[in-house]
Nanobody, 122 residues
Framework: QVQLVESGGGSVQPGDSLRLSCATTRATLEYYAIGWFRQAPGKEREGISCISNIRDITNYANSMKGRFTISRDNAKNTVYLQMDGLKPEDTAEYYC???????????????WGQGTRVTVSS
């Protein structure tokens, strides 16, 4: 069984930072890559970043580089997404997912959390 539980979302102002957490299990981190995605109202779900279970390889969508950082804490069985300099266009539901490959497309992943909402507004 793969479990993924997101937390850390909330309502913030432009320029603020948030750190999202994806709590999972040791086994999940051993066997799967973990990706972060987001979906804004009326838009397709888009990949942000992922981290592999092999050699700590990470990938980022070009549009996300610089402000978002993915990391993993194996002792806590948690993957994080640090988000800095948040903008209104970052408003979305954020999901973590587990898949066999560290890709940035929805079809790369088989298991999904329930999401955590991020709202950035003045």
């Amino acid at each position: 069984q793969v479990q993924l539980v997101e937390s850390g979302g909330g309502s913030v102002q432009p320029g603020d930072s948030l750190r999202l957490s994806c709590a999972t299990t040791r086994a999940t981190l051993e066997y799967y890559a973990i990706g972060w995605f987001r979906q804004a109202p009326g838009k397709e779900r888009e990949g942000i970043s992922c981290i592999s279970n092999i050699r700590d390889i990470t990938n980022y969508a070009n549009s996300m580089k610089g402000r978002f950082t993915i990391s993993r804490d194996n002792a806590k069985n948690t993957v994080y997404l640090q988000m800095d300099g948040l903008k209104p266009e970052d408003t979305a539901e954020y999901y973590c997912a587990a898949g066999l490959f560290c890709g940035l497309t929805v079809k790369d992943y088989d298991h999904w959390g329930q999401g955590t909402r991020v709202t950035v507004s003045s």
